[in-house]
Each structure stands twice: as C-alpha cells, then as structure tokens.
C-alpha cells in the first residue's frame, strides 16, 4: 500500500505542493508563485486547494511544511522574515490543519531539505549530518540521529550566522564577520561589483578564476579560508559523519569541496584531518518537498 | 537502597575516584597525583585499587570515567594528548574492565562536567545545555534531551576550537583565531606578559581591570568580543536552552557573565535577543566525578 504524506516547499518566489509516496516518490506534484504582496491569507487559500489537488483521495493524513523562516516552531507560527514579508505572526500550522483537516508540521526550508538529504540523499547511512546550502544566503540544518536538532528556539543549524572573522563592513542585515556575510552568493556579488565594477556577479568570479585572473584567485582563496573555518568549528563542535554542502554557489563549482579539505586540515585536531567528509547532495530540487513530507512521516514522528 | 556507580575523573595532575549514590551523593572518595611520567599501567594499577576501596562491598557494577582526551571512545583508547604524555594507545577501558570486573565507560572530562551540569547543576530541568570551562584552555560539552552530543569521532563540544577571528599570532599548538588562543587563561597569561611584563599573569589584568587601567579595559573588552562571538555562533547552530560557564576564569570574575549579553545581543536574530540564557555552575569541583558516575548510571544508559 505504501505510506503517504504531503510535503509543502514555502518560499518567497514560489510554493510547491507535492503528494510522496515511502518517503521521496512524488506521485503528483502542484507549483504556484508565491505572490507573497497579496498577503498570507491569499497564499494559504490556494496551498488549501494545491493539497485537495495532489491527493484528492486523502491517502494522506499528515503535511509538512519547510518553509522560509525565522519561525516559532512551538507554535506554528511565521516570525518577522525577509522572505516573506508581512506575514509576520501568521498561524500557519493552525490555518492548514483547519483547512485541509490533516496534521501539519512545520519547520525551516534548510533543515528540511538537510533532512532529505540526511535520510534518503548525500548523507544516507550516516548517523549524523550536517547540511549546508550556499545560494542567495547561507544555510543549514543538523540531523542527528535522523532527526533534526531544532535547538530551544528553533534556532537550530543557522550555520551561515556563525561568526567566523573578523570584519569592519556592515552590509544590509547580515552581520559582519559571519559565513553568510563573506561566504554566500550576495557577498560575492559585492564583492565582483566591488572588484569588476555594476553588472558584474558571482558568476563573472568563478569565469575569471577560470581564466586565473588574480584578484578573482584571491577572492577565491578568502572564500575556502573562511569557509574552512566553519567546517572547521562545526567538526570540532558537533563533529558530524558527514557534510552535504549544496546551493547554487556550490553546485555551479563543485570543484569547491575538493579544494577544502587542505584548508579545513590545519583548523582541526590530528585526528579529525582524515575524517573530512563531503558531499554534494544527492535529491536536487525536490529536496525541500521530500524532507517537508518527511516532518509528517510515521519514521521521523516516532 | 539507591543506586550506586563509581565515577573516576582521570587528568593530568589528580585522579579522582569516588562511590557515588544516587546520581549525586559522594560515598566515598579516593585522591592520588597522577604521575603522568610513571606511565599508564602504573597509574591504572593504582585506579584499580582505588576502586577497590571506594567500594570494598562492590554495591556499584559500572564504572563511568571521565579522562584528559583526545579519546577513541568507540574503541575507548586514549589518543595522542598534551595531559597523559606517553599514554598514546592505552586501551584504558578494557584494562579497568579487566581489572575491576565492572562495566566501564569513557568520555572525556569537560564533556562528563558537563553532563553532571546539565542534568544536576546549572542545566537541571532544561532540555539541551552547552558546558563550557574557561581554564587553562577552553573546553565543552554539549547535553541535548539528557545525553552527550558525543559526535562521529569523539569530538564533540571542542568549543574551545572555534574560529572566531582572524589572527596571524600562532602561539603553541592552539590555532590561531580559535576561542581558546583568544580567551582562555593561557591566552590571557600571554597577553598580561605582553602587556605588563614577565611574571604578570591572567589575575593580574583582572587587578588591573577593577583599577581601571586603559590597557587591561582593552584586554577585557576584546575578551568579551571574541567570547561573545563563541556564544552567538553556538546559540544560532546548537540552540540551547542555557549556557553553563565555568573554569577558574569565569569563576574568579563571575562579572563577565552579566556583560557578555550585550555583546552577543546585536551578533544574533532578534528572535533570540531575550533568550540569552548564561549561569554559572552549581556543583563545583565535584562536577567531573558525579558526571563520569553519570555516564554508568542506568538512566543514562537507558
């Protein structure tokens, strides 16, 4: 028969609603734009309708949602986000659960999709794993055990707000000095209009690098300096079996993960520097639906 | 009746053995320098007699142990490290297994203080605590649901190795920007030197900090900087519910716990600004002996 659940993907741009079957097969699957100005109401409304249409014979009875965040876990509820504004204080948990008549479940889109991965993809087989997505900003979520370290306060796997340098620029709501403020696609879009002048992006780094342009190798050498201190940390704190890096920032450069372990090497102890483990992930971009589906699933819930 | 378990708290100076009942009433306890340069099997032999007549009734089967580490605690060897010099290799489980006839189980020692804070001391009652002691060095342990974030290969909660700055000093074996080369008693040790000359330590700038010295303010501040750092990073990667910090440092100026909020306040989501959560240990300098007990003691195991 199988076991069926729905996993809903809430972001800014777009939400997806997906019916999966044992875990990571999507059977039916529903995508609309977000339209976050028309409001959370408006939103919710058609993710009501996008669940009666993936599964309309209710084979499912439970619902996760990954959604973008900060959020209250304990509560159901979106916080102030970026992402979606105006949607601050929204019940989102409370509102699906009455409309759709099933349980609902909710946690952020990084420790979603870090627990796909952790389950079913990059890191399956190993008791614990840390996900780290380097895009637009930088994310993360920790499994361990096969389940998610949620933290008190829902907090839990914020790798990219780890303060990791020292830092006298303040740019936008990132702090300085941490791993999103150096590390992620917008910090190296400034740093190439900086560099390479308006119009230019990550994207131009990586062709110069490719052309072994100097400024774009030094660029590229802070990057795996810094980015090798939060493995670094992170090894030396939560000491996972294995790290699933992705994001566009990383799936566009691949060659990134091979160059970090000599900069990971010397940042740990002697007997860590043969256990750097990392992987790219292994579920694309249905990651976020697998994992939210997998919030409501009878072997994460048990 | 009670449950009894024997707890032994292994470092480079002392070790420590004590009949503990009851998760935290000391029975009976025995105290010998360790002599680290008469070797292991020496210091082994001299534990098992300990045991012995801590508990000459044998009212405990199981044996925690909470040792100087790096350890393999799968294979409960003890690794190459600083404190036991010579040990390399000690299969030290086996051989108090052997000698004793009871059940052992290893973990090191700041992360076994920080379980008995986390479950007995300044934890009691939360769900996830982060120990940390700033000593001679920096070191922690991280207690989620009531048990040790141990980590694939035993080095879990090694806060001390954080990077959290940048730093062209490479002082030792420490790493230069890690927590422990920037906060820790040796660190401050070295910088007093520098400062204020040969034979100035440490407690020294503290003096000079209460007389409101320019360049003592200066160390404090920057102290209080980097720690802060430490602490934002954590409270947005592992979350807890409370912070326990202690060590001589900490303990000797209990002050630096009231400032160090507002120094992490701007470094973390405003979600998380109220929920800064730091307290000093309760159990003092029994905390390694009731925790290495702990980790025998049928709640822990089940």
Redesign the interface.
Same mark, same amino acid.
């Given at each position: 028969m199988g076991v069926y659940t729905i996993g809903i993907d809430l972001g800014g741009t777009n939400m997806r609603v997906a019916l999966i079957k044992d875990g990571t097969t999507i059977v039916r699957k529903e995508e609309q734009a977000t339209e976050t100005q028309k409001g959370a109401a408006d939103a919710i409304a058609r993710m009501i309708s996008m669940v009666d249409a993936v599964d309309p014979e209710r084979k499912a009875s439970a619902i996760g949602i990954g959604s973008a965040g900060?959020l209250?876990l304990d509560n159901g509820i979106i916080?102030?986000t970026p992402n979606l504004v105006g949607w601050e204080g929204t019940p989102i948990v409370e509102l699906m659960r009455q409309g759709t008549g099933r349980e609902v479940y909710l946690n952020n889109d990084a420790n979603v999709a870090g627990l796909a991965e952790a389950v079913f993809g990059g890191g399956k087989g190993?008791?614990?794993s840390v996900f780290i997505t380097v895009s637009t900003g930088v994310g993360?979520g920790?499994v361990?055990n096969g389940h998610l370290?949620?933290?008190?306060?829902?907090?839990?796997?914020?790798?990219g707000? %780890?303060? +990791?340098? @020292?830092d006298d620029r303040k740019h936008d709501s990132l702090?300085a000095?941490t791993l999103e403020s150096l590390c992620s696609g917008s910090a190296l879009n400034l740093q190439a209009q900086k560099v390479y002048g308006p119009g230019t992006n990550a994207a131009y780094i990586f062709e110069q690098y490719a052309q072994n342009d100097m400024a774009a190798m030094g660029i590229i050498e802070l990057w795996l300096e810094h980015f090798s201190?939060g493995l670094?940390?992170? %090894?030396? +704190?939560? @000491?996972?079996?294995v790290f699933v890096i992705g994001g566009s920032v990383v799936l566009h450069n691949p060659w990134l993960l091979e160059k970090l372990p000599e900069h990971i090497q010397?940042?740990?102890?002697?007997?860590?520097r043969d256990?750097i483990n990392l992987r790219l992930p292994e579920l694309g971009g249905d990651a976020g639906l697998i994992g939210a589906a997998y919030l409501a699933h009878p072997d994460y819930l048990n």
């Open positions: 900060p209250d916080l102030k190993c008791k614990s993360g920790i361990v370290l949620e933290g008190a306060y829902g907090y839990g796997g914020e790798i707000c %780890m303060i +990791v340098a @020292d702090y000095g201190r670094a940390s992170v %090894m030396q +704190v939560i @000491d996972p079996e010397p940042k740990v102890y002697e007997g860590l256990k």
